[in-house]
């Protein structure tokens, strides 16, 4: 039976589906990603976790690990790469899984898909997901890396204050006014 970290595959199915909302292709091989990894992981017992783009990885990080953006233990760099590390959260020893292009030429399909070959509307979801399914870690590379935990390390939010322009708590060290009063509010 083809498991997904703790779960068979058709539960992983429905975690994603209610979790991300719909059936993306990115969270199945996610998930492949994950459970790779966590079976290559170094001697150890609190690991984090880095994805190296914000699209689908992140999620199927929080599903399968206890590491989220929420609880820091997950860093989300936007480098646009399909790859995940975890790594031990002190020394850094860890293992990093991307999805392999060189692989991907045995699978028609999901190369399509991830490189964008054909328009969304004439992709066939169920061909895509059924390779994703057969193929599993073999369109991935694992490598082991050493991450420098300082580098990701999360600043303390320090003092805090407030904001004379929104009336908000902000941290003191963004300066006189909050970040948003600065101008960098999304909200027209
Ligand atoms: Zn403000």
Redesign the pocket.
């Known amino acids: 039976m083809i498991k997904i970290g703790t779960y068979s595959y058709d539960e992983y199915i429905q975690l994603v589906k209610s979790f991300h909302g719909n059936m993306a292709p990115g969270l199945i091989i996610g998930g492949f990603m994950v459970d790779l990894a966590m079976k290559n992981l170094p001697p150890g017992e609190f690991y984090d976790a880095i994805c190296e783009t914000a699209v689908c990885l992140p999620d199927s990080v929080q599903l399968l690990t206890p590491c989220t953006t929420g609880n820091g233990w997950l860093k989300v760099l936007e480098f646009g790469r399909f790859a995940l590390t975890l790594y031990e959260k002190y020394g850094g020893e860890g293992v990093r899984v991307y999805l392999d292009t060189e692989k991907l030429e045995k699978w028609p399909e999901i190369k399509s898909w991830f490189f964008k070959l054909k328009p969304k509307k004439e992709q066939n979801l169920q061909a895509i997901l059924d390779q994703i399914k057969e193929a599993g870690a073999a369109i991935m590379t694992l490598q082991k890396v050493r991450v420098d935990p300082k580098t990701l390390h999360r600043p303390k939010l320090g003092k805090v204050a407030v904001?004379?322009?929104?009336?908000?708590a902000?941290p003191v060290r963004d300066g006189e006014?909050?970040r948003?009063?600065r101008g960098e509010t999304p909200y027209l």
Request: glycine content about 18%; hydrophobic content about 10%; proline content about 9%.
């Open positions: 904001c004379p322009g929104c009336g908000e902000y006014r909050c948003a009063c």
